[in-house]
Each structure stands twice: as C-alpha cells, then as structure tokens.
C-alpha cells in the first residue's frame, strides 16, 4: 500500500529496511545514517493490503478466525497487561486505552476463570479482516534513530520518541493521551518500551528480544504443560527442508540456540 511510486517512497522504504538490519548487527551509526534517509510520514509507511476474500484476508485474521479458533489468545499477555495498567508503564499513556481496544476484545467478566482477552479482529480492529499490516513503517524509522543515537546524542532520541508519540496521539485522536517523554536515565527502556507496544504483531519485537537479550524483561511462559526456561531464539526448519535441502545445518540447531547474528 501506499504512494509506492511517487515522491520516493520506495527509496526510503528501503532505507528504513536497510537500517533495522544494521541496528540488529550492532552497527548503529549505519543505522543512523539509513533511517535519516528512511520513511519520512506515516503516509509514505509500506503497507500489506488486504480484502474480503478468502487468502486475500489480515494474516492475524486468517490465523485467529478462520485457521486456528481460539489457539492464539492474549490473556495475561504481557503487552495487554502494560496497556490495561496492570504492569506499569516506564511512560505514563493514557492513551493506551484506545490501544488496547484497537488491539485486543476482552470477553467474560474480568477475574473469572473465563475471562479471556483476544485478539481484535472486529471491523476497525488491528487484526480486522481487510486491516493492514505494517512492514516498514514511520513509527520504526523514528524509533530505530531513537535507539542509535542515544549513546551518543540523547536529546537527539529524545526527539525521536516524542515524533512517535506525537504521531500516536492523532492516529488515536487523543491529543492528551500520549504526553511528550523528558530527558532522563531511563530514555532508553522508555524507547524500548514503546518500540515493543507499538510495532504490535511484528517480527521486529521478536529481534530486538534476541538482540538486547530481553533488555525489558518481558515475562516467560510459566504455566501450561511446558513452563518455559527460555525464549525462543530461531524458527524451526520444517521437515520439508530437513528431506530436501542439503544447506541444512548440521548438527541441527536447538530452538533456543541463539543465531550466529545474536
């Protein structure tokens, strides 16, 4: 989606690509120098578009309603529970509370055994059926110069959150509700933090858990028939890549194996 050929949005759409793989490498004046050249509004953002159709359908959508019915729900998730203030936040957000109700549909009566809190996929929802979904996006662009230049520059992150939050609080018309962050020794898990919340339903979140060896410490599973002792650190390769292809590593690599990039 988007203008993708007019004012150079590809150009920059391949910037902001070219300077998340640099700050996952560690390479943040590379990054830096990328994403000053990234996506400039979130009107230039790279976008999936999607209908009606079936396949053509929000992949979430696809997953959650159509797939795999109540297999993917986020209940006592750690993303619902900062947005709903049962974790506090490291910036106080009103305005999270127009986040969560794009995110997530709560059903049930809250503190009952059947309270559950899913996914929206509601018309209007974040993982509605036509909704798109971000690839690269301004909101990633600000946050990647955030994190880079806060070693060196902190007043420079510092402006780079508040674009995002400025931005937020129109996307959610809450011109209140996402106040400016200052100056201070926890910039840099505030610039976490939000990355984490707001590139929701992304892989991004995933690398930088890996990459930053889950600097926000976000909680593992501890329940279930599994409690878990760590985070996953890579896909699985599926048994039609084991049968077929020779470039296989060998030994296999454990799902916890942390990547030769990590």
């Not at 947005?83 to 109700?101: F, I, K, Q």
């Amino acid at each position: 989606g988007g203008a993708r050929l007019e004012g150079g949005t590809w150009a920059e759409a391949g910037h902001t690509l070219a300077a998340r793989y640099a700050l996952s490498a560690g390479k943040n004046a590379l990054a830096i120098t990328h994403a000053t050249q990234g996506i400039s509004s979130r009107a230039n953002d790279l976008i999936t578009q999607h209908g009606t159709s079936q396949e053509n359908r929000n992949l979430f959508y696809q997953f959650v309603v159509d797939e795999r019915a109540d297999y993917l729900v986020a209940t006592d998730s750690h993303l619902a529970n900062l947005l709903d203030g049962t974790v506090a936040r490291s910036l106080v957000t009103p305005g999270d509370s127009a986040r969560y109700n794009s995110y997530f549909l709560p059903e049930g009566t809250p503190g009952s055994t059947t309270y559950r809190t899913l996914l929206n996929t509601d018309v209007g929802g974040r993982f509605a059926q036509i909704s798109s979904m971000p690839i690269a996006t301004y909101y990633e662009n600000q946050l990647i110069l955030a994190e880079a230049t806060h070693g060196t520059n902190p007043t420079a992150a510092l402006g780079h959150l508040n674009n995002v939050r400025a931005e937020l609080a129109v996307e959610f018309d809450s011109p209140t509700g996402f106040p400016a962050a200052v100056a201070g020794a926890n910039l840099l898990t505030q610039i976490m933090e939000e990355k984490y919340i707001t590139l929701v339903g992304e892989l991004v979140t995933f690398h930088d858990l890996r990459r930053t060896g889950n600097a926000l410490a976000v909680p593992n599973k501890t329940s279930g028939a599994t409690t878990a002792t760590g985070f996953p650190q890579r896909f699985l390769y599926p048994q039609s890549e084991l049968d077929t292809n020779s470039n296989i590593p060998s030994p296999l690599p454990t799902f916890f194996e942390t990547t030769t990039l990590f």
